[in-house]
């Protein structure tokens, strides 16, 4: 599909919940209640759509350093795609969760990872589908046939050393995409440790959307980067590498292209410490 959205709004998913050429993936979930996600998707979701858990399908298992998420391993997670009738570099993939992106865009920023650029978030997620009045299900989608073949881009992604050797250099731009308290160390309700990578600077990742969950303008996202559009390399975390996704997704939207993925992030940082 060429010059592939990077946004569909719930009126175009309308559209296109029979072209064979588009995947839907739920990705609710929640950090608290793990298995809350999945139990909202097997209860009602958008037809069609296929559903990735956070903890043990968009994450590998957790171990003494890496984070809280670690990325998942690049061929089983593949083989859940291919499962989904994902075709590399072909199907595309639209993913929703109800949490303002923070799930959902991981799964965007993965694909693309895996060298898969055909994917884009929902507009909004499963609240403004329901909103418009469309309709739910609770079937199940089985399981289809396709092939996913990753190639991985490893410049997408830093570790704690890279962060370590260029955090400081002349135009290197670290963004931490935590809530304001947690980056100030005011408060810390997940890791053991409080405060922020030494040098990094606070981009909050629910500022790229509304309070609705709705992303705002390509305008308002330009203007949010402005200040970091001229620095040659720009290096993203958060907690867990997750929401840190949310931003990359907004630094793409506002035409800043590049950025990298600490996906260790401050619960890597802080295992050192």
């Known amino acids: 599909m060429a010059d592939t959205p990077k946004v569909v709004n719930c009126d175009w998913l309308q559209q296109h919940l029979e072209d064979p050429q588009v995947v839907i993936v739920d990705c609710r979930f929640s950090?608290?209640?793990?298995?809350?996600?999945?139990?909202?998707?097997?209860?009602?979701?958008?037809p069609g759509a296929y559903y990735l858990n956070l903890n043990q399908d968009l994450s590998s298992p957790v171990q003494k350093h890496g984070g809280r998420h670690p990325l998942p391993n690049a061929d089983e997670f593949a083989q859940k795609?291919?499962?989904?009738?994902?075709?590399?570099?072909?199907?595309?993939?639209?993913?929703y969760d109800d949490s303002r992106f923070a799930f959902a865009a991981r799964l965007w920023w993965l694909l693309r990872y895996l060298g898969h650029e055909q994917v884009a978030v929902l507009n909004g997620g499963f609240t403004a589908w329901l909103e418009a009045g469309y309709g739910v299900t609770d079937e199940i989608s089985t399981p289809r046939m396709a092939t996913f073949i990753p190639q991985v881009r490893d410049r997408m992604v830093v570790d704690i050393e890279t962060v370590k050797s260029r955090?400081?250099?002349?135009?290197?731009?670290?963004?931490?995409?935590?809530?304001?308290?947690?980056?100030?160390?005011?408060?810390?309700?997940?890791?053991?440790v409080a405060g922020h990578i030494p040098g990094a600077i606070n981009y909050p990742w629910k500022e790229v959307t509304d309070s609705r969950g709705f992303l705002i303008s390509s305008k308002e996202q330009q203007s949010r980067w402005s200040k970091l559009a001229g620095n040659n390399?720009?290096?993203?975390?958060?907690?867990?590498?997750?929401?840190?996704c949310v931003n990359l997704l907004s630094l793409e939207l506002a035409g800043i292209q590049g950025a990298k993925l600490y996906a260790g992030s401050w619960s890597d940082w802080c295992s050192y410490l």
Not at 31 to 46: K, W
Not at 81 to 95: E, I, R
């Open 31 to 46: 950090l608290a209640q793990p298995q809350l996600g999945q139990q909202q998707y097997q209860a009602s979701h958008i």
């Open 81 to 95: 795609l291919s499962a989904m009738g994902v075709n590399w570099g072909q199907t595309l993939v639209v993913a």
């Open 167 to 192: 955090k400081d250099m002349s135009g290197v731009v670290l963004v931490d995409s935590r809530d304001s308290d947690r980056y100030q160390g005011i408060t810390e309700p997940i890791d053991p």
């Open 233 to 244: 390399e720009i290096m993203v975390y958060c907690g867990s590498g997750v929401t840190a």
